[in-house]
């Protein structure tokens, strides 16, 4: 177990994390071959720390997220919530109580409220839902909440719907129904991805301020790097499936170890014309992870890979240095 | 003379709760084999202006004044069918969201072929050949182009639909966020093949999308738009090292680099306004940090600030 990636009293800790989806074919729908969603991923996440997942679509990041809120059940693997394994509890009382800790923020404000409820319902659902305080107080905790995203005066929004809000007043919204019952943690999925600039960086802003009232441990899901930049303390990249480089933000991107992070952000445009980028140009497309053979998954496309590479396990994430991980032979 | 010179083009919706002033005396101009981009936030008009650039409006919409000209033609009093001897042979377009621009039960191929085909006189085989030859030139094997769309990753589709935009030999494509739903690396490898192109067949392009480092690599001039007007509009060095109107450097500044210094992103307070009853006088007043009175009284000009530098503002940055 590599126990150097983890520290041992992380708020949240995930070992050796797995996901396989499968994939049923033929007359009876037998199953025979796996997506691997997700396969051997490993990190910590101190309270108060902001942990970037970036990538491409299709790498593993949304699923991570859903397994460590349990979400979904992983296949493999260890998730330490201070210290005890949620991986494995079974639905119902305990599950419920790992629950009430944590909370998740979707990419899409639109999709992800009911529209026939006002924003007091909305927010005042996981308060009701874990038996949180009477109806008396749990109005005081949205009118909080509210105030506490900047949709002032929260008299005027509390029984408003979402279509009388705007994109960003919405994902505000969505950040104040997480915050409501005082998670510790938080995934937040590309929860600026839909809006625009202007907007944006307030509900970025206020993201960052609500972890250190909160002091709370965060993963963030995003594919923009320059986001990530801005958000997270440590930055972790993955492939399809695979943790391939983790370390603090701006080792990662301004020094970047592994041959796919590399040709990643060589290749996100740079919003100054006098800047000129080398893009590092890598062979083919990302396939899907359907029964991944076992060397390095990204093998086929990497620019530095050798035959050791193919006659090997997948590397494991290792040490260069200040802590800055990266899975491949060849750093 | 450019190949295209609009002027005071101003396009409304009309609905029920009344017209929305989507578009609203906007000028620029475009020359052969130049790229133009136009950047702006979600429902700041950029779309509807190339729309109306083309005529490919709804039915409630309409253009209430100004010029388009085209090769000394202004396309505006033009009718449904004068129009299409312009549309797809003249000025082509890249709609945004390449996955739902193809039709799912033909093979592209047969698309192309439609396209092609229904602007020129081609016999079936012809075109076959021309779409192949399309094919290379987008970076697509032609062995693929018999399949369908969803055979296509999502990559696969926008170079399909750039090659359906070259199919007539266009002189203009309007190429509308044509790498929105991709993923980093493919969007940089599709971006360098349409750069090349244009210079490869001295296209003119107008590129639009939020993204202004995506616009920043492929544009030499950038137009700023807000709420439905041309706010600045200058080449892409001097937009990005000095711009003039507070709302370009309200939008630079929000805007994070994963290359650089890490400057501090500033928030631009409020939110863009409804354009049935848009602000009177400047559009962008009731959140610019340097308004004064006048600004919410007249509409600023969209002047010729310093030799190709145009901005519409009473306050502009100091240079």
């Not at chain 1, 305080?133 to 949205?142: A, L």
């Not at chain 1, 990530?228 to 933000?249: F, H, K, S």
């Not at chain 1, 980028?277 to 396939?287: D, H, L, M, Q």
């Not at chain 1, 086929?300 to 050798?306: K, S």
């Given at each position: 177990m590599p126990d150097t990636v983890t520290a041992t009293d992380a708020l949240i800790k995930v070992d050796n994390l797995s996901k396989y989806y499968p994939l049923a074919s033929g007359l009876f729908s037998r199953v025979r071959h796996y997506i691997h969603a997700v396969e051997g991923v490993s990190f910590a996440a101190d309270a108060g720390e902001v942990i970037g997942l970036a990538g491409e679509s299709g790498c593993g990041k949304t699923t991570t997220g859903k397994l460590l809120l349990r979400l979904i059940a992983p296949t493999n693997g260890y998730i330490y919530f201070n210290g005890i394994d949620v991986a494995r509890i079974p639905s119902g009382g305990k599950l419920k109580a790992y629950r009430r800790q944590v909370q998740m923020i979707f990419q899409d404000p639109y999709e992800s409220m009911n529209p026939r409820k006002t924003l007091y319902d909305i927010i005042a659902e996981p308060l009701a839902v874990h038996k949180i305080?009477?109806?008396?107080?749990?109005?005081?905790?949205?009118a909080d909440s509210l105030a506490r995203v900047g949709l002032v005066p929260p008299e005027t929004f509390m029984f408003r719907y979402p279509h009388e809000l705007s994109g960003g007043q919405r994902q505000r919204v969505a950040i104040a129904r997480a915050i409501g019952i005082k998670p510790r943690f938080i995934v937040a999925d590309e929860p600026t991805s839909m809006l625009d600039v202007s907007i944006r960086t307030g509900v970025m802003k206020l993201l960052l301020e609500l972890r250190q009232e909160y002091n709370l441990a965060?993963?963030?899901?995003?594919?923009?790097?320059?986001?990530?930049?801005?958000?997270?303390?440590?930055?972790?990249?993955?492939?399809?499936?695979?943790?391939?480089?983790?370390?603090?933000?701006?080792?990662v991107l301004q020094n970047p170890l592994h041959p796919y992070t590399k040709a990643l952000i060589s290749a996100v445009p740079v919003p100054d014309p006098t800047f000129k980028?080398?893009?590092?140009?890598?062979?083919?497309?990302?396939?899907r992870p359907v029964d991944?053979?076992?060397?390095?998954?990204?093998?086929?496309?990497?620019?530095?890979?050798?035959?050791?590479?193919?006659?090997?396990?997948?590397?494991?994430?290792?040490?260069?240095?200040?802590?800055?991980?990266?899975?491949?032979?060849?750093? | 003379m450019a190949l295209l010179e609009v002027s005071d083009l101003t396009m409304h919706y009309r609905t029920r709760s009344g017209w929305v002033q989507a578009v609203e005396r906007v000028n620029l101009s475009l020359d052969r084999g130049a790229a133009i981009g136009l950047v702006g936030e979600s429902g700041c008009g950029k779309t509807s202006l190339a729309m109306s650039l083309l005529k490919l409006l709804p039915s409630n919409a309409q253009i209430k004044e100004g010029q388009i000209l085209f090769d000394g033609n202004d396309l505006v009093p033009l009718t449904e069918d004068q129009m299409r001897r312009y549309r797809w042979e003249r000025i082509s377009m890249v709609f945004q969201a390449a996955m739902n621009s193809l039709n799912p039960v033909y093979t592209v191929r047969d698309q192309i072929v439609e396209a092609i085909q229904y602007h020129m006189p081609m016999r079936y085989e012809e075109a076959w050949s021309r779409v192949a030859k399309l094919f290379e030139f987008v970076g697509l094997d032609p062995g693929v182009m018999n399949q369908y769309p969803h055979e296509y990753s999502g990559g696969m589709k926008q170079r399909a639909v750039i090659a359906m935009a070259l199919a007539c030999d266009p002189d203009i494509i309007i190429a509308d966020e044509p790498t929105t739903a991709l993923d980093v690396i493919v969007q940089d490898r599709i971006l360098k093949r349409m750069d090349e192109i244009r210079s490869e067949l001295n296209m003119a392009m107008i590129y639009i999308s939020h993204d202004i480092a995506v616009i920043a690599e492929v544009s030499d001039r950038i137009g700023v738009m807000y709420a439905g007007k041309m706010m600045e509009m200058a080449d892409v060095v001097t937009i990005f090292q000095k711009p003039l109107h507070p709302y370009t450097f309200a939008l630079m500044s929000a805007f994070p680099s994963v290359r650089g210094e890490k400057h501090e992103l500033v928030e631009l307070p409020g939110e863009p306004p409804d354009l049935i009853s848009p602000p009177k006088g400047c559009r962008f007043h009731p959140r610019c940090p340097q308004a004064t009175a006048v600004c919410s009284e007249k509409a600023p000009e969209f002047t010729e600030v310093e030799p190709g530098h145009f901005c519409a503002c009473w306050n502009p940055r100091s240079k």
């Open positions: 305080g009477n109806i008396v107080g749990r109005e005081q905790v949205v965060m993963l963030y899901i995003t594919h923009d790097l320059a986001v990530a930049r801005y958000m997270c303390e440590r930055l972790a990249i993955m492939y399809l499936g695979r943790m391939v480089e983790l370390g603090p933000t701006e080792e980028r080398e893009a590092i140009p890598i062979k083919g497309s990302i396939s991944p053979p076992s060397y390095c998954r990204f093998y086929p496309r990497c620019p530095v890979a050798t035959d050791y590479c193919r006659e090997n396990k997948h590397p494991p994430l290792e040490d260069k240095g200040d802590g800055h991980y990266v899975a491949c032979y060849n750093v | -």
